[in-house]
């Protein structure tokens, strides 16, 4: 594969009829023709600007159409996608946008105000854009989105490599956030050889343009991320989406989550393929379907894909009931590495929930590198070789620990317990450290924790997670007060929002005398969860 995204748009974009959406943003819709002229200038107009290749671009927005347009034109361009968690406070915007080295960041005027505060400390960004939507700019020092889309819109005149990279952040074992690298070869490669068990897959650009004009006989794929892009998930549907020629449409309500909306705009734009995270999602649409039998048609769904956390059997029979015409399919698999397992579900069969087919590409062993016999019972960690990530942005020791070889082969190896069967199918048991994984998101409990020790009330603190039906794991404090002193739980939970991204924020916060700690400080996380289970009734 001696090519990348941009070149395969450069290839495709001429052949979409010209009345073939590529962005659809409720009633707002782009087509083909005027998206292929759009992010060309984009392109073009930042690599006048000195933007060379390589240079990072922070993507600071809810799901909307600019993402869309914003990827296209740094895989034209030969820049970097930094993704940008939205609920992150400043703190946490300017560890995310130094630590990446971001020259280009593009964002929503709605975070003007986190903008302005962040601009002075970031010198080394050497563009802000603001997406202005030809209204009046609220930070002066911006440069308006628009503007970068006018001019030169045919196509770029540049040879691209496959070495270019895409960074995608994600959590790291303290809380701060890790950049994984991603070569763009090695990551469609990844996406490819997981597709491969729906059948054969393109591995030329001449087979990829071969497939988008099937698609246009037949159809082109409209694929709406009901998930962030900001997150892999909805960022990897829309890249298949839009590199087969198709449509991502983003929800006209973006800062929370409408199922009625989501299945309206499915019907009303014919959707093919929708990406969610889970039960977080998948609940609230079953019971919208349950309340309202028949209202929506949604006989163009062909695929609901979710990845990131667990989509109970339960549920996703509930959901067939009523499009059971649809694939269900559950992606195992994580943003240092792609395509460990799936687990597919129609009306007519179905599979257990965590119950994964493995890829040829995977392995399981033990702590100390041994593999793991399948059948035998024994837990082990997911391990995914071929390819995979360069390793973690500036974190060489982080990288080291989570990208290992293993007798002359390199392996990702994310921290994924489960066990394997003989059959080769994965028990997926959970993320082996003590990570909290609520609605798709996240939240490493030391920085929480942190958070609330800096309250002065609260002498000592763990955070751990408990089953919840909403959000698949509820984040919940355990906090020991200073003596003689009184704090409430909303007042805590007040302070963690004033200093944390909201998903952060506790659900409940418990007061415990004593924390249990082991002589030389370490926390009892197992003795904490039982704990918390029991105060608040669920063991």
């Known amino acids: 594969m001696e090519w990348q995204h941009g070149d395969l748009i450069d290839a495709i974009a001429p052949l979409i009829p010209a009345d073939a959406p590529a962005t659809i943003h409720g009633d707002k819709i782009i087509y083909w023709p005027e998206f292929n002229r759009r992010t060309n200038a984009m392109a073009r107009n930042l690599i006048e600007m000195g933007i060379g290749p390589g240079a990072k671009v922070g993507f600071y927005m809810r799901n909307m159409p ?25 703190d946490e915007l300017h560890y995310i946008f130094d630590n990446s080295d971001s020259e280009v960041v593009v964002y929503d005027p709605e975070f003007a105000d986190k903008i302005a505060e962040l601009q002075p400390r970031l010198p080394s960004v050497k563009a802000w854009v603001e997406i202005n939507n030809h209204a009046p700019l609220a930070n002066d020092f911006a440069i308006a989105y628009e503007s970068l889309t006018e001019g030169d819109g045919s196509n770029l005149d540049i040879k ?30 990844a996406q490819l050889d997981a597709a491969s068990v729906m059948g054969p897959q393109p591995m030329t650009l001449e087979e990829h343009i071969e497939r988008v004009k099937e698609f246009i006989e037949i159809g082109l794929p409209r694929a709406i991320p009901a998930c962030p892009l900001m997150h892999g998930t909805g960022l990897f549907s829309a890249m298949g989406a839009i590199i087969g020629g198709g449509a991502i449409a983003t929800l006209p309500t973006m800062n929370h989550f409408d199922p009625a909306e989501l299945l309206q705009q499915a019907e009303q734009h014919k959707i093919t393929a929708m990406a969610i995270v889970g039960d977080a999602f ?13 209202k929506y048609d949604l006989s ?17 029979q509930g959901i067939l009931k009523h499009i059971p015409e649809v694939t269900l399919s559950d992606s195992f698999g994580a943003s240092e590495a792609v395509g460990f397992g799936y687990s597919l579900t129609t009306a007519e069969g179905e599979t257990q929930t965590a119950k994964f087919q493995v890829t040829e590409f995977c392995k399981v062993f033990s702590e100390d590198d041994r593999e793991i016999e399948p059948g035998s019972g024994e837990k082990g960690f997911i391990a995914r070789a071929g390819c995979i990530p360069v390793g973690y942005y500036k974190d060489e020791k982080k990288t080291a620990e989570t990208f290992k070889t293993i007798d002359g082969v390199r392996y990702s190896i994310p921290g994924d317990w489960c066990t394997v069967e003989k059959d080769g199918t994965l028990t997926l048991l959970g993320r082996g450290s003590v990570c909290i994984n609520t609605a798709g998101e996240k939240v490493f409990p ?39 002193v009184n704090a409430g739980e909303d007042e805590l939970r007040a302070h963690v929002r004033d200093n944390l991204a909201g998903y952060k924020v506790p659900k409940r916060i418990l007061m415990r005398d004593d924390l249990k700690r082991a002589p030389n400080g370490k926390a009892d996380y197992k003795g904490t969860t039982q704990f918390a289970l029991e105060s608040l009734g669920l063991a």
């Open 300 to 316: 163009s769904l062909e695929t609901i894909t979710s990845s990131g956390t667990m989509w109970s059997r339960e549920v996703k």
């Open 446 to 484: 030391e920085e929480v924790e942190e958070t609330l020790k800096e309250h002065p009330a609260v002498q000592d603190a763990l955070v751990v997670g408990v089953p919840d039906d909403k959000w698949g794991n509820a984040v919940t404090g355990v906090v020991q007060l200073n003596a003689g």
């Open 66 to 90: 600019n993402y869309t347009e914003t990827l296209a034109a740094c895989f034209r361009a030969r820049l970097v996608h930094v993704n940008v968690n939205y609920r992150y406070q400043t």
């Open 282 to 294: 998948a609940k609230p649409m079953l019971q919208t379907l349950e309340e309202n039998p028949g």
């Open 160 to 189: 691209r490599s496959p070495d270019d990279m895409l960074f995608i952040y994600t959590g790291g074992t303290t809380g701060m956030p890790k950049g994984v690298m991603w070569r763009v070869q090695d990551l469609r490669q």
